[in-house]
């Protein structure tokens, strides 16, 4: 599947497959190409070339009945502020042949108590929700979730995230996009991690964090000392994969942490250096992405 701007190749000849019943995850950076992947599977934008397939169907010969079967919920839903909760989630039940009650899915996302309010007065968490309301009021087979918890608070986000693996756990299937690494760990089965319009590594989230070999990240600071850091011999260390530094700090990917954490703090001392702040933790997709790109997710 390719789809090119007047400007920028948006994507670039991937080639992805969801299992019916998964959480399919697409992680990356901004303009890394999964809004564009995700919209052209919802039948919004037409892909330049290559075959698109969604539970069988396609959207040239068979939109009516996708449009039947699909629950999205875009980056930013922009629905009516006049409207109420309850005026809204009726609108939207009124496109579809079947599906739950209107007080049955209004529960589901815990909007009772703001059954009338109107959709202008409620905060950002509660339009994600109204927004979930809308996708799922269709009883979908397959749910398109693009950034749902982008500007989210973090008590926001882990209500929306339950949601989801509530919705999840029904045996139905979800293509997610996120720059999230943690909500990406938590609710994907497995991930596609994407870049400049194409899939650089594809798996469950244990078989990315496995495949850089690497298990730990050990973070140091020597204050304005740091710079002076003699980065060849830390990676002479045994058990260290590679080392770097960022916004001041050095960081070294390492595969043995009982082993390394010691002969890193001996070389400090013999380099002479005052060490200010040491930290630690498990190896996660976000130290994947950086070692495929040498960037973070979250970077413009």
Known sequence: MRKAYKDVVAVDGIDLEVRTGECFGLLGPNGAGKTTTIEICEGLTKA????????????????????????????????????????TVRLFRSFYRQGPSIPEVIAEVQLGEKLNSRVGGLSGGQKQRLALACALVGDPDFLFLDEPT???????????WDLIEKFKASGRTILL???YMDEAE???????????????????PRELIASIGVEHVVEFSAGDAV???????????????????EAGSVLLDVTQLHQAVPALLAELTRQGMPLTELRTHS????????????RHLRDE
């Open 227 to 245: 710079t002076a850091v003699d980065l060849t011999k830390l990676e002479g260390i045994e058990g260290v994969r590679s080392v770097r530094t």
């Open 283 to 294: 190896a996660t997709l976000e130290d994947v992405f950086v070692t495929l790109t040498g």
């Open 48 to 87: 330049d070339s290559g075959e698109v397939s969604v539970l069988g169907m396609h959207w040239d010969s068979d939109a009516a009945a996708l449009r039947q079967r699909l629950g999205i919920q875009l980056q930013e839903t922009q629905l009516s502020e006049k409207l109420t909760v309850l005026e």
């Open 177 to 179: 996009t996120t720059h």
């Open 150 to 160: 982008t500007g989210l608070d973090p008590q926001a986000r882990r209500q929306l």
């Open 186 to 204: 938590r609710l994907c089965d497995r991930i596609a991690i994407m870049d400049h319009g194409k899939v650089i590594a594809l798996g469950t």
